[in-house]
């Protein structure tokens, strides 16, 4: 945000946003003209996918709502007449998934708990518009609508059941606005499967359904890259986004209306996508927005892989690698950041890798973190909140936020609030190389994200034995004349931010860590011509906060040490915390 291209990339998104802005009033103003479609009837509900828990049920009678880490209690109070403690608060709230727990909870009680939180939404004043009435939070919530319709239909009146058909047509009707007001793309694929719903479940929605599926066939050509990522090349985008596309694909078999060519490929693609991410311990690599990993959400979606099918290993346009040997796996990002518009998650981390040893992680990504303000959400974006390299501490990528002139800090707050921190500038040349040498499998990348500021280009190798037991890498900076400032007196800081419960301990003279891991796994980490440094770190992606933890530094001039040799070895045997050294056999 310091430098003068990406002053100009922001002002440039600012009046492409303004427009989008303008189209969007028109459309909205036009709309009103017209009257929303209400369907005659409901034909049947889809399958709700997502796990659900019958206690939360007690929670929501009792008005305790809790939701992304913060918590209310309304005190009889309307839950939406308080102003949301978070947005991600308030998107859960407003999005009604938590309908499927008063369903789990199979009382007439819950039903009736249900039934008239959906009407006070409807017909009160109450809520934060801003984000109910967004465009992701109303597809959600209609499809919430329709999957818990048994719930909240069931024992209504009949003047209730022609008010909820309403209300389905009035949702129908503003997601169709939004859309031709240019939603963002993937506001519009939401939009798209939360049409495709109402229209298969509900009698007389036939036109809607057949823009819907125009439309969801579209998105998912352009999102949906042929290797199975999302073109956010977020991992929890794909999880989400098939647990809403594979009830998709039994509606359309169950209407008997032929299922759009675009939405059997992706689903055929996504689930093997799911697996490159996926170690040994069931979580997801922490990439771009990757945090939490719900492990019942991920075994019961794994289930619907009819094919049971294999990790893919090379994911070239979503710009991943997995590299597997024994029971030791390695993902690495080697891809550059995603197109502006779906960035608002994507991070800093070109080059980084997580690494883990059969049910062990042992290297990984600081994650997205799921209960965080937003200085520590921009945070665990950075590059050093990434196992890689930075120049200067200076991220890879520059996002948009509330720095620099008064005119910027104006523009971006606008931007923020419309289109949310996307990515402005970043690596625009990225390569990456696998091959093999007597069953060792080698993988080599390089990207230009410091070349501007600092006249240097990144390239790292990494090369897993066929054992699995060692895991060699090398990282070099060369120099092509920088544009800000001698290179000379840059600095480069590679970290490997070590797992939450990883014992580290430094041994002779810095040239060796010794990595003893929770299930007493013993590994050794040596790098040339440094001495490597243990400091402490922070893993943001868990369910209640996050965890302290440590990493591995190592600190150089490039201009005078442009390579690094580093080494991960695992040890013979169990490695005891009082267990001298010298005796540490290696295999």
Same mark, same amino acid.
């Given at each position: 945000?310091?430098?003068?291209?990406?002053?100009w990339r922001?002002?440039?998104?600012?009046?492409?946003?303004?427009?989008?802005?303008?189209?969007?009033?028109?459309?909205?103003?036009? /709309?009103?003209?017209s009257?929303?479609?209400?369907p005659?009837?409901?034909?049947?509900? &889809?399958?709700?996918?997502?796990t659900?828990?019958?206690? *939360?049920?007690t929670?929501i009678?009792?008005?305790f709502?809790?939701?992304?880490?913060?918590?209310?209690?309304?005190?009889?109070?309307?839950?939406? !007449?308080?102003?949301?403690?978070?947005?991600a608060?308030?998107?859960?709230?407003?999005?009604?998934?938590w309908?499927?727990?008063?369903?789990a909870a199979?009382?007439?009680?819950?039903?009736?708990?249900?039934?008239?939180?959906?009407?006070e939404?409807?017909?009160?004043?109450?809520g934060?518009?801003r984000?109910?009435?967004?465009t992701?939070?109303?597809?959600?919530?209609?499809? /919430?609508f329709?999957?818990?319709?048994?719930?909240?239909?069931?024992?209504?009146?009949?003047?209730?059941?022609?008010?909820f058909?309403?209300?389905?047509?009035?949702?129908?009707?503003?997601?169709?606005?939004?859309?031709?007001?240019?939603?963002?793309?993937?506001?519009?694929?939401?939009? !798209?499967?939360?049409?495709?719903?109402?229209?298969?479940?509900?009698?007389?929605?036939?036109?809607s359904?057949?823009?819907?599926?125009r439309?969801?066939?579209?998105?998912?050509?352009?999102?949906?890259?042929?290797d199975?990522?999302h073109a956010?090349?977020?991992?929890?985008?794909?999880?989400?986004?098939?647990?809403?596309?594979?009830?998709?694909r039994?509606?359309?078999?169950?209407?008997e209306?032929?299922?759009?060519?675009?939405?059997?490929?992706?689903?055929d693609?996504?689930?093997?996508?799911?697996?490159?991410?996926r170690?040994?311990?069931?979580t997801?690599?922490?990439?771009n927005?990757?945090?939490?990993?719900?492990?019942?959400?991920?075994?019961?979606?794994?289930?619907?892989d009819?094919?049971?099918s294999?990790?893919?290993?090379?994911? &070239?346009?979503?710009?991943?690698?997995r590299?597997?040997?024994g029971?030791?796996?390695?993902?690495?990002?080697?891809?550059?950041?995603?197109?502006?518009p779906?960035s608002?998650?994507?991070?800093a981390?070109?080059?980084?890798f997580?690494?883990s040893?059969a049910?062990?992680?042992?290297?990984?990504n600081c994650?997205?973190p799921?209960i965080?303000t937003?200085p520590?959400?921009q945070a665990?974006?950075?590059?050093?909140?990434?196992?890689?390299?930075?120049?200067?501490d200076v991220?890879?990528c520059?996002?948009?936020?509330?720095?620099g002139?008064?005119?910027?800090?104006r523009?971006?707050?606008?931007?923020?609030?419309?289109?949310?921190?996307?990515?402005?500038?970043? &690596?625009?040349?990225?390569?990456?190389?696998?091959?093999?040498?007597?069953?060792?499998? *080698?993988?080599?990348?390089s990207?230009?994200?410091?070349?501007?500021?600092f006249g240097?280009?990144h390239e790292?190798?990494?090369?897993?034995?066929?054992?699995?037991?060692?895991?060699?890498?090398?990282?070099?900076?060369?120099? !092509?004349?920088g544009q800000?400032?001698?290179?000379?007196?840059?600095q480069?800081? *590679?970290?490997?931010?070590?797992?939450?419960?990883?014992?580290a301990?430094?041994?002779q003279?810095?040239?060796?860590?010794?990595?003893?891991?929770?299930?007493?796994?013993?590994w050794?980490?040596s790098?040339?011509?440094?001495?490597?440094?243990?400091?402490?770190?922070?893993?943001?992606?868990? !369910?209640?906060?996050?965890?302290?933890t440590?990493?591995?530094?190592?600190?150089?001039?490039?201009?005078?040490? &442009?390579?690094?040799?580093?080494?991960?070895?695992?040890?013979?045997?169990?490695?005891?915390?009082?267990q001298?050294?010298?005796?540490?056999e290696?295999?």
């Amino acid at each position: 945000m310091d430098f003068g291209p990406d002053r100009w990339r922001l002002y440039r998104l600012s009046l492409r946003e303004a427009g989008r802005a303008t189209r969007e009033s028109m459309v909205w103003s036009l /709309s009103r003209l017209s009257s929303a479609p209400v369907p005659t009837r409901l034909l049947f509900a &889809p399958q709700d996918l997502r796990t659900a828990d019958p206690t *939360i049920a007690t929670d929501i009678y009792s008005g305790f709502f809790a939701f992304s880490g913060r918590a209310i209690t309304t005190g009889g109070r309307s839950p939406f !007449a308080f102003p949301p403690p978070s947005r991600a608060w308030g998107e859960a709230l407003y999005g009604f998934g938590w309908l499927r727990h008063l369903r789990a909870a199979g009382t007439a009680l819950a039903q009736a708990n249900a039934r008239s939180l959906v009407d006070e939404f409807v017909t009160s004043k109450l809520g934060d518009k801003r984000i109910a009435c967004s465009t992701e939070i109303a597809a959600r919530r209609l499809m /919430s609508f329709i999957s818990q319709s048994p719930l909240i239909l069931e024992g209504a009146d009949h003047a209730f059941y022609q008010r909820f058909l309403k209300i389905i047509g009035q949702h129908v009707r503003i997601l169709e606005r939004q859309i031709r007001a240019g939603a963002l793309p993937y506001q519009q694929l939401m939009a !798209a499967i939360a049409l495709s719903y109402a229209g298969l479940c509900c009698e007389g929605l036939d036109r809607s359904l057949r823009r819907a599926s125009r439309l969801l066939a579209r998105e998912l050509d352009r999102q949906i890259l042929a290797d199975g990522g999302h073109a956010s090349r977020n991992p929890r985008i794909v999880v989400e986004l098939l647990f809403d596309l594979l009830p998709l694909r039994q509606m359309f078999a169950s209407r008997e209306v032929d299922t759009p060519e675009a939405l059997l490929r992706s689903v055929d693609r996504m689930l093997p996508m799911v697996r490159l991410f996926r170690h040994g311990d069931g979580t997801l690599s922490h990439f771009n927005g990757m945090g939490v990993t719900a492990a019942d959400h991920l075994a019961t979606l794994l289930t619907y892989d009819d094919m049971r099918s294999q990790p893919i290993h090379h994911a &070239p346009l979503s710009g991943y690698e997995r590299l597997e040997a024994g029971r030791t796996l390695l993902v690495a990002d080697v891809g550059a950041p995603p197109p502006r518009p779906l960035s608002q998650e994507a991070a800093a981390g070109c080059l980084s890798f997580e690494f883990s040893s059969a049910a062990q992680r042992i290297v990984v990504n600081c994650g997205m973190p799921q209960i965080a303000t937003d200085p520590i959400i921009q945070a665990s974006r950075s590059t050093a909140a990434h196992s890689t390299a930075s120049i200067n501490d200076v991220s890879s990528c520059q996002i948009v936020d509330k720095k620099g002139t008064w005119l910027q800090r104006r523009v971006s707050a606008w931007l923020l609030r419309r289109v949310g921190p996307v990515i402005l500038s970043g &690596p625009e040349r990225v390569a990456a190389e696998r091959s093999e040498r007597e069953h060792a499998q *080698i993988l080599s990348a390089s990207h230009d994200g410091y070349k501007a500021r600092f006249g240097f280009t990144h390239e790292r190798r990494w090369q897993l034995a066929p054992k699995g037991n060692v895991l060699e890498g090398e990282d070099s900076f060369w120099s !092509a004349g920088g544009q800000s400032g001698p290179s000379g007196t840059a600095q480069a800081i *590679i970290r490997f931010h070590l797992a939450p419960g990883i014992k580290a301990s430094r041994a002779q003279g810095g040239r060796v860590v010794m990595l003893v891991l929770p299930n007493r796994e013993a590994w050794q980490f040596s790098a040339l011509p440094v001495e490597a440094e243990i400091e402490d770190s922070v893993f943001l992606a868990t !369910a209640d906060g996050m965890r302290r933890t440590e990493q591995i530094v190592l600190t150089v001039r490039p201009s005078e040490t &442009p390579t690094i040799r580093w080494r991960f070895e695992r040890l013979a045997r169990t490695f005891e915390p009082n267990q001298p050294q010298e005796q540490a056999e290696l295999i």
